[in-house]
């Protein structure tokens, strides 16, 4: 017996580094792997957190972001590890057919 | 630290960039004093707070800041100590948590993990300048019902709300805290520990809460502005030659308006010792007194002019929010070599002064990257290099272009960078391997800097800067004089003191290790007596020349003097080969006793100033041996 396929789209995951400047995202912590524990945890004591919302001040690599009013600079071996989902003005995510 | 009881203490604790320390200056002025925590390289600082009435005191402690207090870092752990009476066995009486109030969810996260310990507590919601004028402000007294603590709004920068602060802190301070105020508050906050997206969303909900105007929902600001001024300052190329500025005017203020009152400093000082010599009986209390103590303590103070313009002009750099910047731009640099941005203001104080410099290499997080910068610090061209630089640059000059004078001095900065970044890199690649630290940073927000905490900061730091280097180069002086001046020669003038003393006799015995660089028995006592402090080759090269030790190197004459310094066989000591070796020696040697006490003190073992010594003595030697080859190759000549 096999299970249906899933018919909803799934959101787009692309590095933090793949977003143009202005771009709206959202985190998935949970991807983010290599980094150590309390680089991790400082992310998160800074405000990334998972499935927080960012915005690209500065593109590329390192790069510069801001989570609220706070405003981060990541080097290009952080920022290649955070995984996002684009998000449009109006907050909806980016997706890609099943 | 200690903790005089007869006053209640208070912890000061909350984000970096809240103006907590801005807060902390306010509130005890210059009653206040640097203290490194037990067991920590974290700096921290305490002070005595006055009420304005004078009728009631408070100790404060600065704690450094930090973004969360369950993380494994150096700041946490200190805090987290401190808040348990684990610094000196005393807990604090209470806490004041100061919170930006322009960036609140995020602050607020801190400060309910800090509200969770059983102390009364006072949130400063700082920044209230700002925060008020902006639709999205928060009502504190509503804050303070969603905290279950008073909330007093102020401004660090202007002062405003200081004196309802005052009130505040001394009510929470004189109050009993029992477990049921505990447990009211307890229930108004989430779980100490709380995952970060549980404090997150319990921020939130505090902060839409506590809305002055209701139905106005929080929204960060999103200035286009700051957006393209951090693209430019941080971009690799533009970032960097706005750096490159920016510090070109840095050291041209700090060399150009230092020298007045370094001369005044001079000045002083020679003044002191010609009326020991007066006052007197000549004999080895006047020469201990004069040569000794007050040419060990001139030595140190003349440089504080400088370390006061470093430390104030890099305080309003990272006030204004442009230093964070920086470092982040030299960041791409830095990692090449092992290293990253944050160990890049350290190095950058080293250029005046590898002691400061060495010093504020306590920002960086990693120990290895920590380490390795320190290690490397004393290879930027300091203040110190430069006499030594004149004069010998000076003789390699004649004859030449009058360009070649400036290229030179490019080349031995340019030399004294490279050889520090290359061996950090060795370092990172052996003895402290390890990738380098994945970088991240707030940038904190563009203000005005405020000069009343430049101005504290810098009286702070001068005040670090004297009794750390000048009590240790003190005693080193005595130390050296001693070794110049005994055992006392027959004759009574300089140069035959200097060759009958124990350095002279160590430098004719130390001379055949120096023979292949071209150094003959003189050149070799000037090596040896500088080791204590670099610009001490000057005057004793001055004194083996027959011109005095008060030399002027603006007198021709003395430049002359020493370059036709002629060795046992009548040829001159320094020919272009021998010139050039010394040069490079100087540029890559430690030669710098103080910076190797800061660095036993910052390490806290002499190993890591052993390593330092060691391997900057090696590398120094290889270079002028490569040097004094190269020329000789090109020259023909050399001893």
């Given amino acids: ?98 | 630290m200690t903790a005089p009881r007869s006053m209640p203490r208070i912890a000061v604790l909350g984000n970096p960039n809240t103006g907590k320390t801005t807060l902390f200056n306010r509130l005890c002025g210059v009653r206040a004093r640097t203290a490194n925590f037990p067991g920590s390289t974290v700096e921290g600082r305490v002070g005595v707070h006055r009420s304005p009435a004078g009728d009631a005191e408070l100790e404060l402690v600065d704690l450094p800041g930090c973004y969360s207090l369950s993380i494994d870092f150096p700041e946490s752990q200190v805090c987290r100590d401190c808040l348990d009476g684990g610094i000196d066995g005393v807990e604090p009486d209470a806490m004041l948590v100061v919170v930006d109030a322009t960036n609140l969810r995020r602050n607020l996260q801190f400060a309910a993990q800090a509200l969770t310990r059983r102390l009364p507590a006072v949130v400063a919601l700082n920044m209230w300048d700002a925060a008020s004028t902006r639709a999205d402000r928060v009502d504190p007294a509503a804050l303070a019902r969603g905290l279950g603590c008073p909330v007093v709004p102020v401004s660090a920068r202007t002062g405003e709300g200081l004196p309802a602060l005052d009130v505040a802190l001394d009510t929470v301070s004189g109050l009993p805290f029992g477990p049921d105020a505990l447990v009211a508050r307890l229930q108004k906050l989430p779980p100490a520990d709380a995952p970060a997206p549980a404090l997150a969303a319990w921020a939130d909900t505090v902060v839409r809460q506590s809305m002055a105007a209701p139905g106005v929902a929080p929204e960060p600001r999103r200035d286009a502005l700051v957006d393209r001024v951090d693209v430019a300052l941080t971009h690799p190329f533009l970032g960097i030659a706005v750096f490159a500025v920016t510090m070109a005017a840095l050291f041209s203020a700090i060399f150009m308006v230092a020298s007045v009152p370094m001369d005044l400093i001079d000045l002083v000082f020679g003044t002191l010792t010609e009326r020991v010599h007066a006052v007197l009986p000549e004999g080895i209390l006047a020469d201990l007194l004069a040569d000794g103590i007050l040419a060990g303590i001139g030595g140190v103070v003349i440089f504080l002019p400088q370390i006061c313009l470093l430390f104030f002009l890099l305080s309003l750099l990272e006030d204004s929010g442009y230093l964070a910047r920086a470092a982040f731009a030299v960041d791409r640099i830095m990692r090449r070599f092992g290293l990253s941005g944050p160990s890049f203001i350290p190095l950058l104080s080293s250029h005046a002064c590898a002691l400061p410099g060495i010093m504020s290499t306590r920002l960086i997080r990693d120990d290895r990257e920590r380490l390795a910068t320190i290690l490397v610090a004393p290879f930027m061209t300091c203040s110190a290099r430069l006499p030594v630089y004149v004069l010998l640059i000076g003789i390699l000059s004649v004859g030449r272009p009058a360009w070649f004078a400036g290229v030179a001095f490019t080349a031995c900065y340019a030399l004294g960078a490279g050889a520090g970044l290359v061996s950090a890199l060795i370092a990172r690649r052996t003895i402290l391997r390890g990738p380098a630290r994945p970088l991240v940073m707030e940038l904190p927000p563009y203000r005005i800097p405020g000069l009343r905490n430049a101005l504290l900061v810098t009286w702070d730091r001068a005040r670090v800067f004297l009794r750390n280097a000048g009590t240790t180069i003190l005693a080193i002086s005595v130390v050296m004089w001693w070794l110049s001046a005994f055992p006392r020669a027959t004759e009574a003038d300089d140069r035959t003191q200097q060759a009958a003393s124990f350095a002279g006799q160590l430098g004719e015995a130390v001379q055949p290790a120096f023979a292949p660089l071209g150094f003959d028995s003189q050149l070799t006592v000037g090596v040896m007596t500088s080791f204590l402090a670099r610009e001490v080759f000057v005057s004793t090269m001055a004194i083996l020349a027959g011109t005095g030790a008060d030399a002027d190197l603006g007198d021709e004459t003395v430049l002359q003097q020493v370059a036709a310094m002629p060795r046992a066989d009548g040829a001159p000591v320094f020919d272009p080969p021998t010139a050039a070796a010394a040069l490079v020696f100087f540029v890559l040697a430690m030669q710098c006793l103080p910076t190797l006490a800061v660095t036993r003190r910052e390490t806290g073992s002499w190993k890591w100033p052993a390593i330092q010594l060691g391997w900057m003595t090696v590398v120094a030697y290889a270079g002028a041996w490569i040097a004094h080859a190269t020329v000789a190759a090109f020259t023909g000549g050399g001893a």
Avoid: K, N, W
């Fill in chain 1, 1 to 98: 017996m096999t299970s249906a396929p899933d018919p909803s789209p799934r959101p787009i995951r692309v590095p933090l580094t793949q977003l143009r400047r202005g771009q709206r995202a959202i985190v998935h912590c949970d991807a983010i792997d290599g980094l150590p524990e309390g680089d991790r945890c400082l992310l998160h004591a800074m405000g990334m957190h998972d499935e927080c919302h960012i915005r690209v001040c500065s593109p590329g690599t390192p790069c510069i972001v801001q989570i609220d009013s706070t405003r981060l600079g990541l080097s290009a071996d952080v920022a290649g590890r955070i995984l996002v989902t684009p998000i449009d003005d109006a907050g909806v995510a980016g997706t890609r057919a099943p």
